[in-house]
């Protein structure tokens, strides 16, 4: 595909990772759970039933404590775990709703998990065959993250990283001043930060790069109805 897009334009071709996260594997068919349901979390390898949610991204049994309330897909569905075994995490739904393929799931503590996957390591090496040198680094959790990705290639890189846990927030200064460009994700972004403060993270992100140069996109999310409607509504002109 790169070289196919290669032999109609110079314009840079950006491979993007997919970095350190928790998210539903890809299910049989979505899940409806009502509220008062009890759910069993199990890693992806393990599944062996359709109303079960496999996870991808770590240890089932190691990235949750009971006790945690997990999100799925912003606030989409809210579940409380009550139990924990080698293999599985039980959990009772808060809030109901659909389940569906790789869905991003939080909590509101940090989960401290590998910045890079299995797959963002083959995503490297296809980026040196291929030469390319503008790499987006998802879900930047510190600057050591970005110096790791550098020293994987034996020629200068430009490495976009992308802001989007509170971890990213946490270790912002160092991710600035080790990054050529930031990028701002207000989506994911807003599965760990409550969305009354996206504002405010917004112009500390802001504020801490231009503090050292370096240039930021704002991007992703500027309005939901984006996505549906072709035009603004009256009030989001105003």
């Known amino acids: 595909m790169v070289n196919k897009i290669q032999s109609w334009t110079k314009k840079p071709i950006c491979p993007d990772t997919e970095g350190g996260q928790i998210r539903c594997s890809i299910?049989?068919?979505?899940?409806?759970?009502?509220?008062?349901?009890?759910?069993?979390?199990?890693?992806?390898?393990?599944?062996?039933?359709?109303?079960?949610?496999?996870?991808?991204?770590?240890d089932v049994s190691q990235l949750f404590r009971k006790g945690d309330l997990v999100k799925i897909d912003f606030d989409g569905v809210l579940i409380h775990i009550i139990r924990i075994s080698s293999k599985k995490l039980i959990g009772r739904v808060i809030c109901g709703g659909i389940i569906g393929?790789?869905?991003?799931?939080?909590?509101?503590?940090?989960?401290?998990i590998p910045s890079f996957s299995n797959k963002d390591e083959q995503i490297i090496e296809v980026s040196k065959k291929l030469g390319l040198n503008n790499i987006f680094l998802s879900f930047c959790s510190r600057g050591e993250d970005v110096l790791y990705l550098r020293k994987k290639f034996d020629y200068e890189i430009n490495v976009i990283s992308k802001i989007e846990s509170k971890l990213g927030l946490q270790n912002l200064k160092k991710i600035c001043s080790e990054s050529d460009t930031i990028l701002i994700d207000r989506g994911d972004l807003s599965r760990e930060v409550p969305l009354e403060k996206i504002p405010f993270a917004q112009k500390y992100i802001l504020d801490e790069a231009n503090a050292v140069n370096t240039p930021v996109y704002v991007a992703t999310n500027l309005m939901d109805n984006m996505i549906i409607n072709s035009k603004p509504t009256r009030a989001e002109v105003n």
């Not at 979505?30 to 509220?35: D, G, H, P, W």
């Not at 790789?102 to 940090?110: A, M, Q, T, V, Y």
Request: glycine share 10%; net charge negative; charged share 25%.
């Open 27 to 58: 299910l049989s068919d979505v899940i409806t759970v009502k509220s008062h349901e009890i759910v069993e979390f199990v890693n992806k390898s393990n599944l062996s039933d359709k109303t079960q949610i496999g996870i991808t991204g770590g």
């Open 101 to 112: 393929n790789n869905k991003g799931l939080s909590c509101d503590r940090i989960i401290d």
